[in-house]
């Protein structure tokens, strides 16, 4: 097969949803069609329980189990698909933003009784930030939820994109009958049962008297209806502004029952982008080019703590990547060669010989990547776009053993290089301030510097509102600032400038006083 032919046929996406609203189980059901897995069950184990919040010896334990199902690869039809797990704690969704950076379109999964919840909205945000195309399941059609309409309209306000039905539920919880699939024009039927995939029966004219004999009179009128209203209110399906991140389709279905999946899952591969050019500092990546490229968007550690090694998790963005070929890290400025990169196939880590852009290869690394790092054959380039988020907890970090002054601080140092937390040095008295998404990213800090590097830390309270990257074309008065707010200004690990407002009163005042300065959210910009 050509290279084009192995990059267009690529799928490489991330399932996104509030944690409960059945992510895992919709993984889940998609490796079964994969043929990736042979039972339910077997996704599981993966998930961080998000009871166990207090319990990190528990998480590390599960989180052991999670560099396989890190990526899951599976072939289905003709295509080759790349889903990249996402971590179900909230608590570590920085983890979950930087995966989207390398994923070409999302999945996000909606709860039909809460709608959107908290998380969703968050992640939603990155996905608009990139402009990523993304589809919503509405799942657990087989409980009582929101009326249907309604949640479209929440849908739209709530994550600020505008939604096209192509699937339409037909009564829902105890009564639920099934779907009307619109972008088949088939009816899928419901019989509660865990396994089946459902009866599905053409069905392209919905005012057939057919459609009375299988979902009852009332149903069909109100199916009829239903349908009327949406091709009223909804204009037709528009694949280039849901390529655009425009427009997101809607389906509907019950992932526990297997319902709906399939038809999610095979409009998915006819619609869903393959890998899209990427922006590089110097110049926008086509991933047809024949030359590799890629880079690291996640990184994972080894979690026993005699061998310090990590495996350093590439997207391809470009061309094709080759065993034991010579590759240049940029950042480092030197080549290198791997000679056992891991793909990640049917839930089985295996050496690979070649990956293909969209494809994601694991490299075992021993403290050579960071975060954002970017491989060429031997072009210098910088992919942009792994953006760091204004964290929203932050704490002193101070080392509780004099004696292992170097070990913290390397300790630190690597730590943040994995993306575990951010750190800012105050750059009035030097200390340095953790900031992190959860009070579980502390834990992780503090049990890692113990075990990996034999470093005790002690953390201790900062009242900070928010911290925030700042950036001005007027050098006098970004000057003025730095002076005039000494006490609040910190370097992050890159040496930006990070104004830490101690309340939100104080940025607002801020941002009043200082017009020409910019203040950032996020550290991309
Ligand atoms: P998450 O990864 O997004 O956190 O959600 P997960 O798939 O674990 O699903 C959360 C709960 O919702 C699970 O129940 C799961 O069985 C249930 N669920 C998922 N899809 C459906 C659906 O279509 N219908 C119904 N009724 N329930 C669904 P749990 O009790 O938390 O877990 P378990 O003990 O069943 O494994």
Not at 340 to 358: C, H, I, L, N, R
Request: with cysteine; charged share 25%; net charge negative.
């Amino acid at each position: 097969m050509s290279l084009q032919s192995e990059i267009l046929r690529r799928r490489t996406f991330a399932i996104i949803s509030h944690p409960d609203a059945g992510k895992t189980t919709l993984t889940e059901k998609l490796l079964l069609f994969g043929g990736a897995i042979h039972v339910a069950g077997a996704v599981k184990s993966n998930k961080i329980k998000k009871t166990a919040t207090s319990d990190w010896m528990e998480i590390e334990k599960q989180r052991g189990i999670s560099v396989a199902t890190s990526v899951m690869g599976f072939e289905y039809r003709d295509y080759k698909i790349n889903i990249l797990d996402t971590p179900g704690h909230q608590d570590f969704a920085e983890d979950t933003y930087r995966t989207l950076t390398a994923v070409d379109s999302v999945i996000i999964v909606v709860d039909t009784a809460k709608g959107v919840e908290a998380q969703t909205r968050k992640l939603m945000e990155v996905c608009r930030m990139r402009n990523t195309p993304v589809m919503i399941f509405v799942n657990k059609m087989d409980r009582e939820g929101k009326d249907a309409f309604d949640l479209l309209d929440e849908l739209e306000a709530e994550l600020g994109i505008a939604v096209r039905p192509l699937s339409w539920p037909i009564n829902q919880g105890f009564s639920f009958k099934g779907v009307y699939n619109i972008y088949k024009e088939n009816l899928q039927l419901f019989t509660p049962n865990k396994q089946s995939i459902g009866e599905s029966v053409a069905f392209s004219d919905i005012n057939s008297p057919e459609l009375e004999k299988y979902v009852g009179e009332h149903n069909a009128v109100k199916l009829r209806e239903d349908m009327e209203l949406i091709n009223g209110v909804y204009s037709e399906f528009d694949n280039e502004k849901y390529l655009a991140g425009q427009l997101a389709p809607v389906f509907f279905g019950s992932a526990l029952n297997n319902f709906g999946v399939k038809e999610l899952l095979d409009c998915f591969v006819e619609i869903a982008p393959s890998p899209r050019p990427i922006q590089s500092q110097e110049r926008e990546v086509n991933p047809f080019e024949e030359a590799f490229s890629g880079f690291i968007f996640k990184i994972h550690a080894n979690m026993d703590p005699n061998h310090r090694s990590c495996i350093a998790f590439v997207k391809i963005c470009s061309g094709k990547f080759e065993r034991n070929v010579n590759y240049k890290h940029i950042r480092h400025g030197k080549m290198m060669r791997f000679s056992s990169p891991t793909a990640f196939m049917a839930q089985k880590k295996e050496t690979v010989d070649e990956a293909y852009a969209g494809d994601i290869v694991g490299l075992p690394d021993t403290g050579n990547f960071k975060i954002g790092d970017t491989l060429t054959g031997g072009e210098n380039l910088h992919f942009k776009g792994i953006p760091s988020f204004s964290p929203e907890m932050f704490k002193y970090i101070e080392n509780a053993d004099p004696m292992k002054t170097k070990q913290l601080d390397k300790g630190i140092n690597q730590l943040m290089d994995e993306g575990v937390a951010q750190l800012f040095t105050n750059q009035y008295n030097g200390r340095k301030i953790i900031g992190t998404v959860g009070q579980l990213q502390f834990e992780v800090i503090q049990y890692r510097l113990l075990h990996e590097y034999n470093a005790q830390c002690r953390w201790e309270p900062i009242s900070l509102y928010k911290a925030c990257w700042i950036e001005s074309d007027d050098a006098t008065e970004l000057d003025n600032f730095k002076k005039r707010k000494a006490q609040y200004m910190a370097k992050d690990k890159e040496g930006r400038d990070v104004f830490l407002a101690d309340s939100g009163y104080v940025l607002q005042m801020a941002q009043n006083d200082f017009k020409n300065i910019r203040f950032h959210f996020a550290s991309e910009f």
